[in-house]
């Protein structure tokens, strides 16, 4: 299963519709300090179901939507959405058969998220269980965000313990 | 249950040793259990640059930090791969010659592993296969911008 | 005694807008007392990147976070210059462009203030008046060794 | 007053006797990591008197003497000491009149410092003295460790007011 796109709209500093396609194995994502990187970060995190302001660098959860600059209004709403490619069928045993899975998520500014899949409604919790035991799930190893490289090591015994449950 | 997650650290603990020895060309690692039951227990991490006598995480260097953490991250990858893995400026820290090494070691899992990564360090844009640019033309509004690596590099390099 | 501090502050705040804009080429910044008693108040940042409308330092990005922070710095030691200056991989954070821009600053500084920095970075090596090189040879114990820039930089883009 | 000089012997990763002349105001430190750059500002935070093994990456105080490699034993006694320029008499009035200023601080196994001011015996409290007011004392932000650059604009705002104390 590979990432293909990544989908932002009034996320951050990302106002408008964004679509970054990955390619390759190795893709790096390059820019001047401020430009909105990490915030991309911030987005596949906040999709696969992140519930922390504080680890989204926000106060509140409704930080991840775009409030505004010097020339535009804040907006009402923010949505993510990944696609991934499923051909391999490596994805939950209901979605095998989709040669394409998609996940979304919207928030509106009364704090609302609705979570999607595959353009249909569902819980926040039929995407983490979709994710669940692919070292994706909540202690997830596989993203690293900025400046806490070293942090992992530093980690109290018991937590370093989640990340070998998750990938066991 | 208790002998998956035993099995599952003994095998953490194999690929961990050798990708520490990798990354610091020499040196041992090791992961150990803290505590007696399995199903509880913590784990400490021992990392011994070569070289040197000590073992103990604190008395590591920035950069010895940062790499024996993209060690583990990536031993647990060589267990249970993720879909993707996304890292952001985890080459901050590190010399150039540790920078190369690590990009040799990325370079070797993009083959069944898929990244992600950000930084501002030449080397490892190099790495790179596609490179996508950010861009704030617009003060506070981000916009994606197509960039090749000599652009990339030239960009840099001009400032 | 409550009007020194107060006039400290007022003096520290001028001159943190000033190196803050210097830093980012514009934007806003200002340190704001909380609290009623002068004496007992904490001190409150807040940090505008050109552009942008938010103004408050957890939003900000690593590199935005680390300008501000050299600036506060800065602005400290342009009211009461301590007699040196430590900076241990500040500009590990910092795109090419900023780093340029903090290497002016210190320069500029540079001729009341002594600083003593430790960098990766080939541009903020070329900044330096003198370089002490450190190395471990023999390995797990450290020595000085001479270097001039040209083999420091030849280092750098050798490995 | 002006830095001149730092003598290490023993101390952390610094075994045999070294001394770093500081010949301008821009000297950069440089190499590979894991060299002993950081010990180096470890070295001057110790001896102006900090007293917290953590702040010094350490388990405990005597962390900081050399505990051996692979080709050498451990030693049992770290010192440093710090020759300052005071040409220009900047530094306590007890000492004006004296062009160069010393401070010293040597520790043993035991876990026992002992200060030296001009190469004779003081207490802690009066290399502390000396600092006050410099921008040098304990809450100085006139050293900035590795990796903390941001978080010196994290901490609370009480936190943030010492360093202006120190800076009145
Ligand atoms: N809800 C929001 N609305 C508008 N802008 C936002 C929002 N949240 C964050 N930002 C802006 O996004 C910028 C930070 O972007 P980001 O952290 O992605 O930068 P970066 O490219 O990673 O930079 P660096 O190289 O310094 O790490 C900040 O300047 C911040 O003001
Ligand atoms: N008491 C001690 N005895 C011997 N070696 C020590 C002692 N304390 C620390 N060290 C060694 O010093 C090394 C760390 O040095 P330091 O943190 O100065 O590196 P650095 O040059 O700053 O590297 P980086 O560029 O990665 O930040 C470690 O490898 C550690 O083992
Ligand atoms: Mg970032
Ligand atoms: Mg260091």
């Known amino acids: ?3 293909k796109k990544i989908k932002l709209a009034g996320f951050k500093s990302f106002v408008d519709p964004t679509v970054v396609l990955l390619e390759s194995n190795l893709t790096a994502v390059v820019g001047p300090n ?3 990187k990490s915030n991309i970060v911030d987005a596949v995190r906040w999709v ?10 926000g106060a509140s959860l409704t930080d991840v939507i775009f409030n505004g600059s010097t020339h535009r209004k804040p907006v009402g709403k923010a949505s993510i959405e990944l696609v991934f490619d499923n051909t391999q069928g490596k994805l939950g045993a209901a979605y095998a058969n989709y040669n394409e899975i998609s996940i979304k998520r919207e928030i509106s500014r009364d704090g609302q998220s609705q979570f999607y899949l ?3 409604k569902c819980r926040k919790r039929d995407i983490t269980d979709l994710f669940l035991g692919t070292g994706l799930g909540p202690s997830s190893y596989a993203i690293i965000e900025q400046g806490v490289v070293s942090q992992l090591i530093e980690s109290k015994p018991e937590e370093l313990r989640s990340h070998f449950e998750e990938a066991a | 249950s208790r002998a998956r ?4 650290f003994e095998q ?3 690929h961990f040793k050798v990708l520490f020895s990798k990354m610091f060309n020499g040196g041992n690692a090791s992961l150990e259990f803290v505590g007696d039951e399995v199903l509880s227990a913590g784990v400490l991490i021992r990392a011994q640059p070569p070289g040197k006598r000590n073992a103990l995480l604190h008395m590591l260097s920035g950069g010895e930090k940062a790499l024996t953490a993209i060690a ?7 267990l249970n791969p993720a879909p993707f893995c996304i890292l952001d400026e985890v080459d901050a820290p590190l010399d150039d010659a540790n920078v190369g090494r690590f990009c040799r070691l990325v370079e070797a899992m993009s083959s ?4 992600l990564f950000i930084s501002h360090n030449k080397v490892t844009m190099e790495m790179a296969k596609q490179l996508v640019g950010v861009t704030m033309h617009e003060p506070g509004t981000s916009r994606l911008v197509s960039v090749d690596i000599e652009q990339a590099i030239a960009a840099i390099e001009e400032k």
């Open chain 2, 112 to 115: 069944s592993v898929q990244f």
């Open chain 2, 5 to 8: 997650l035993k099995e599952t």
């Open chain 2, 12 to 14: 953490a603990n194999e």
């Open chain 1, 48 to 57: 696969i179901g992140e519930s922390s302001a504080k680890q989204l660098r």
């Open chain 1, 118 to 120: 595959n353009g249909v």
């Open chain 1, 1 to 3: 299963m590979r990432l």
């Open chain 2, 72 to 78: 583990l991250v990536f031993a647990l990858f060589q």
């Open chain 1, 34 to 36: 401020g430009c909105g």
